[in-house]
Each structure stands twice: as C-alpha cells, then as structure tokens.
C-alpha cells in the first residue's frame, strides 16, 4: 500500500481551476497493473466528457440555476484495492469533491461504495456491476451508470442458450463480486429449467494458467463453455484453447465485446471465430440521445480519423459523465440527496448512447441492457454479429443468427 | 483418469518452468543473501524482448533467449556495480536489498509501461499442440520444460563441476570461511548476480507463454512464485529448485483438476507445511551451528 502511496499522483487537470465556482469531480484511474488494460480507456472518456462540457460553457447546476465548469480531481490508484481506499478518502476529505466516480470494475469500486455508504456521499460507478453493491437495499449514495448489475447481464445469453436447446453447460468464473454475480446468476436460471452445470468451478482473478482446468472442463463434455473473468483470464483461456486447439460447440466470454482491438492481437482472429460475447457499444450503436453525443458523434469527436480504435471503455467514461451532467441539471439542491435526487428525476428518461438510463431504488442499473453478440470470421479478421437481444425493444438491432454448433476454425 | 494423467504431465512441465524461474534467484539469495524483489520483473523484461522480436522482425519468439543472455549479463553487471557493493556495506544486507531493489522492481514497471503500454502482450504459439500418452499439450509449454531441463542442468554443472561454482557453493555455506580460505567473494557475488540476471532474462520468453501474456506488472507475481520455489526446494541446490518447481507445478495442476477455487491458495500451503517441517527445504542440509 505505501508504494501505491508513494506512487500516486494527482493528475494535471486538478491545478487547472483549482479555485473559483467549479464542480469538482474526483476519481481514480490505474496506469498501471491488472485493471489498467481497462480503466485507462475509461478514464480517457471521463477526461473527454469533462472537455466537451467545459468546452460548451460548462454544465447547467440547476440548484445554482447557472453553468458551471467542471474539475476532474483524480489519482492513480494502481490496481490496487487498498490504495483505492486511502485515495478515495483523500477525494472526499482532502480535495472535498462535489461527487466522485469509482474506477473501472468491480474490483476497484468496491472500497468507493463503502465509503460512498458510510459518508452519505455520492458516488458514479461507471462499471462495477457486482451484485453485492446493490443486494443491501435502498441506497441513494451509489449509481450504476454504465452497465446493468451483474446479476442481470447474462440473461440473454440464458436465452440464447434455450433457443439452441443446449443443456449441457460448463461455467468457469473467478472469484470476485463481478464474475460470481454472472456464474450464481446463470446457474440459478438453469436451475429454474431444472439443469445443473456440468462444470462450475470458480478461479483466483490471478489465474493465468488454464491447462488443465480446460481439460476438466473438456471431460465435462459441455453444449457450451461460459468463461467470466476479467481481460486478461479471458485472453489466457482463450489462448489455451488455441494452443492445445481445444474446440468446443459454443464459447461465451465477457472481454473480447469491450476490448476488441487487445484480443485481436493477443488471441488473434481465428481464435476468435465464432465466440461469443457482449454486445457493448459501438457494437450496439444507439444515436436516438437526448443528452450528450450519439455513437457516431461520439466516436467522430473522440477519435477523428481513428473511429475503430474507440471501444466500449471509452463509452462508458463519457457515460459516466453524462450522468453526472444529468444529476446536476435536476438536482433539488447541493446536498448529496439532492444531487442524487436529480438522477431519479431522469431515470428512465434519460437516453445516451449507451441506451436508457435507468435505475432502481438499489442504485443498480437495469435500464443498459447488453444483447449478445457472435463474432463471425470476416476476411483476415472478424466482425461482431448481435445474435441476441436483452429486451424486445433490441430485437431490431439484431443482423445475425447464432452459428451454432461453432465450425472449427 | 486422462484427468489426472494429463494434471502429473502438465503439473511436471510447469514445473520444471518453474524450476528455470527459481534458478537465478537461488543464485542471488543463497550467495549473497539478496532479497532481489525485481527478480520478476527482469524475467518480464525477457518477455518484452521476444515481443519485440516478434512484433518487429517476425522472428520464432525463442531467438530471445540466446539474445537476452549477453544483454542481461552486461545489464546486470552495471545493476551490480551500481547497487550491490553499497548494499553488502549496509549492516541488514537482506532488508536494504529488500527495499533497494523493491525500488529497482518499481522502476522498471514504470519503463515497461511507458514502452510497452499497460495491455497484456502474448506471443505467437510455437506450432501445434504436442501429444504426450495421447493427449495435447501446447507446444511452448513443451519447450519451456525442454529449456528448463538443459538450463537446470548448466546451472548444476556450474556449481559442481566449475571452480567458480566451488567458490560460490564455499560463500553459500558461510562467507566468512570462504574469505578465510582465501576465496575472492567479490569476484563470486558478481558471477553468481550476472548468472541470476540472465537465467531470469532468459526465462523471460517462456515465461509469457505459460502466464498466458504478460503486462509490466506482472513480475510481482513472478518473484513471489520464485520464493516459493526455492524455499521449498532449498537454497543452492540445482536439483532441490527443480524439485521446488515441480512440486509447486504439481500442486498447482492438480488443484486446477479437482479444487480449482483453491488453486491460488494449494502451493503456498505447501510452502508452508515444508517450512514448518524442514525448514532447510526439500534438498536443505542441516546448518551446522558451531
């Protein structure tokens, strides 16, 4: 932890404006260790969000009844929970922001609902979906803003499996909040069609080395393979089954929808030919918005010229911002209930490129709804087909249907 | 049954990886009793260097190796002079080493990330899966046991069969018996800390194959699995870091078959256990006390 310390530093944007009438927004990012592959990318579309509105004369505070520029406050917490913890608190008793944003995952966030809880102070969680944040009951201090909890994600693919008839699952998930919710989530709707899994077996977050787990999963002899973890399992795991050319009929995994570009070059294309996986944004393009850019926009003005390089991460920071944006714009008053009273006001109204927003009295979100999508083999590389719909509302989005079983590549 | 066939297999050829990891870092620890905590992150550098062999001249990812020993052997002589004759000046060699080199880790975390960027890196597969007793096992995970075996072995005929490695098993035993006895303990240490750079250099190649990819900070966890290996296996002792490593590999492999939620935990029981029970290690000598 005291080298977290050492090493954390605040970033430049704080000394800008550090004075005067600004809203000040604290969060942390990592730069470096096992979260920074996706918390980097996040951080870059809060950074974003933070330009564009103080490029546009700042964000309407409706208690103020006036604009207001925006400060991002942020440290870097380096993958670490503890340091997350002492950095957090920093946020909130050092540098007073007005609200925070949690880091990238459920990992990171975890030590900021706590604090958001006992501090009664207002906390944006990008993308810690973890069941356990929202399990407690009424919680006005924490707001989901850019996935549906975790529990809810794997409901199409419930689907999606029942519409192949395959019965026969194997489930490998690491043992954190985010993977456990998705596994307990899928063996519980299995359960209620009275099947088991084959194969359901958690593994430290750390676990790199999938040679012989993949060969028990292998004498499960499962329909279907459903790996949650987090980049960097779901990359060794997939490559274990390329270098031991291990196939199976149907493979889910969270990551490759959000990160695209890294398991092009760290499982390759072909490995990749008909898995399965979210469909995130800009997988799913939604430009129907009533606040902020719409997916095209959004990926014109984020990265001109270099459109493909945006993913999902980045979205989901400018997301985050968006949220924010909203809550102020409707908020009762200053006070942490006020604010948070504002992201009630547009819960279920607000449409942003990720979808509608929407959100329980938990705080969960369970408007965001992700389809599955497959990625099927095109030219030298792949392209990602919605197979499945979450809602009824995203049957229109579907342009594919599930190949299934998977032809070998 | 082909479960557990195919868990002793792969238990055994992670191990002897393993065993490769450990080599350098015995050398270090048993000779001059550094606590090298960069160990890992000079074994990640290795990686770095196939990568970029790979990315950039499109060459077998194994061509690292031979590539990285002169590069480690003249980068770790500069880390030596640069760092090691203040720390053996220090009073606590073991916790200054502990704490210098904790800052040599942090350092190249931070130039492995502003080169390489804070993304996992793989390396291409070596060729198609390898089948032992008609199973499949990856070809990399292959080699790297093939490797091990010769760069155990070298590690043993350096030790036993070389004067160098008289001298150095001589500091090992008790440095000051050696001076006594008329051996040049500087000119070992810098030997045995050259040696234990470049066999975690060369390690590096492998090592990004049976991590699944590395990133900058992958090292931590590489110098912690190193330890143990050691530990387990004994201080010194060429066969006892093999034994360490194979030990470790096989509890690792078989957690993953039967009790995969305790694969994290399983090895360092182990560790455990052979500390409270032979605390001199699997291959560990009593110490003579007077």
Redesign the interface.
């Known amino acids: 932890m005291a080298?977290g310390l050492a090493?954390a530093s605040l970033s430049a944007s704080q000394s800008a404006g550090a004075s005067g009438n600004v809203i000040t927004v604290g969060t942390l990012y990592a730069?470096?260790?096992?979260f920074?592959?996706s918390s980097?990318p996040e951080y870059a579309g809060l950074q974003f969000w933070v330009k564009q509105v103080n490029a546009a004369g700042g964000m309407y505070v409706a208690p103020l009844k006036k604009k207001e520029h925006v400060q991002l406050v942020s440290y870097n917490d380096q993958?670490d929970p503890a340091t997350a913890t002492t950095l957090y608190n920093q946020l909130l008793t050092q540098n007073k922001v007005n609200v925070f944003v949690a880091d990238f995952g459920s990992v990171l966030t975890a030590p900021a609902v706590t604090i958001a809880k006992d501090q009664k102070h207002l906390l944006f969680d990008i993308t810690g979906s973890g069941t356990s944040f929202f399990s407690s009951g009424p919680n006005p201090y924490v707001a989901l803003t850019s996935l549906p909890v975790s529990a809810v994600w794997p409901k199409p693919v419930v689907g999606l499996l029942s519409s192949l008839k395959i019965k026969r699952v194997a489930i490998?998930y690491c043992?954190n909040d985010f993977d456990q919710a998705q596994a307990a989530a899928i063996k519980g709707f299995l359960a209620s069609e009275h099947l088991q899994p084959v194969y359901f077996?958690?593994?430290?977050t750390?676990?790199?080395?999938?040679?012989?787990?993949v060969?028990?999963i292998k004498?499960a002899n499962p329909q279907a393979v459903l790996e949650f973890g987090y980049?960097?399992n779901d990359?060794?795991?997939l490559?274990?089954l390329?270098?031991?050319?291990?196939h199976f009929n149907f493979v889910l995994t969270p990551f490759p929808g959000q990160l695209p570009t890294?398991f092009s070059?760290?499982?390759g294309a072909k490995a990749l030919a008909w898995e399965y996986t979210y469909a995130v944004p800009p997988i799913m393009r939604v430009n129907k918005v009533n606040l902020g850019l719409g997916l095209n926009a959004f990926l014109q003005k984020f990265a001109p010229g270099k459109e493909s390089t945006v993913n999902f991460l980045n979205v989901a920071g400018y997301n985050a911002g968006l949220a924010v944006q909203a809550a102020f714009a409707h908020a009762t008053s200053m006070s942490q209930l006020g604010i948070r009273a504002g992201l009630t006001a547009v819960s279920g109204k607000l449409q942003t490129l990720e979808g509608t927003f929407a959100l329980n009295k938990a705080g969960a979100q369970v408007g965001e709804l992700l389809p599955v999508a497959q990625m099927v083999p095109h030219g030298a590389g792949f392209q990602f087909k919605i197979v499945y719909p979450a809602t009824a509302a995203q049957k229109a989005m579907v342009n594919g249907t599930p190949k299934y079983p998977a032809p070998r590549a | 049954m082909r479960l557990f066939e195919y868990a002793l297999v792969s238990g055994v050829l992670y191990g002897l990886f393993y065993g490769f990891i450990g080599v350098g870092l015995n050398l270090l620890f048993g000779v001059m009793r550094l606590v090298n905590l960069a160990h890992g992150d000079l074994v990640v550098w290795g990686g770095y260097l196939a990568y970029s062999l790979t990315t950039s001249a499109h060459v077998n990812a194994l061509w690292a190796i031979p590539l990285s020993i002169p590069l480690a052997l003249v980068g770790g002589l500069i880390l030596y002079l640069i760092t090691v004759p203040r720390l053996r000046r220090s009073e606590d060699t073991e916790t200054s080493s502990l704490i210098l080199f904790f800052g040599v880790s942090q350092v190249l975390v931070a130039l492995a990330t502003m080169k390489y960027g804070t993304n996992q890196v793989t390396l291409p597969e070596l060729g198609n899966p390898v089948m032992i007793f008609g199973q499949p096992y990856a070809a990399s995970l292959v080699a790297s046991a093939a490797l091990a075996v010769p760069a155990l072995a070298l590690f043993y005929y350096y030790l036993y069969r070389t004067r160098l490695g008289l001298a150095t098993r001589a500091v090992m035993a008790n440095e000051e018996e050696a001076i006594a006895s008329g051996v040049r303990v500087r000119r070992v240490a810098t030997s045995a800390f050259v040696i234990g750079v470049a066999f975690a250099a060369a390690a590096g190649p492998l090592a990004t194959y049976m991590l699944g990819g590395i990133n900058p900070t992958t090292g931590g966890g590489l110098t912690i699995t190193a330890f143990t290996i050691i530990i387990i296996g004994s201080l010194g002792n060429p066969l006892g870091t093999a034994a360490g490593g194979i030990l470790y590999g096989l509890a690792s492999s078989l957690t993953q078959a039967y009790a995969a939620p305790w694969t994290g935990l399983v090895p360092y029981a182990l560790l455990l256990a052979v500390v409270l029970l032979r605390p001199s290690g699997l291959f560990g000598r009593r110490v003579r006390v007077a």
């Open positions: 080298s090493a730069n470096t260790g096992s920074a592959t980097m993958s490998l043992q077996q958690g593994v430290p750390t676990q790199s080395d999938y040679s012989t787990i060969q028990a004498g980049p960097n990359i060794a795991f490559n274990q390329k270098s031991t050319n291990t890294l070059q760290d499982v």
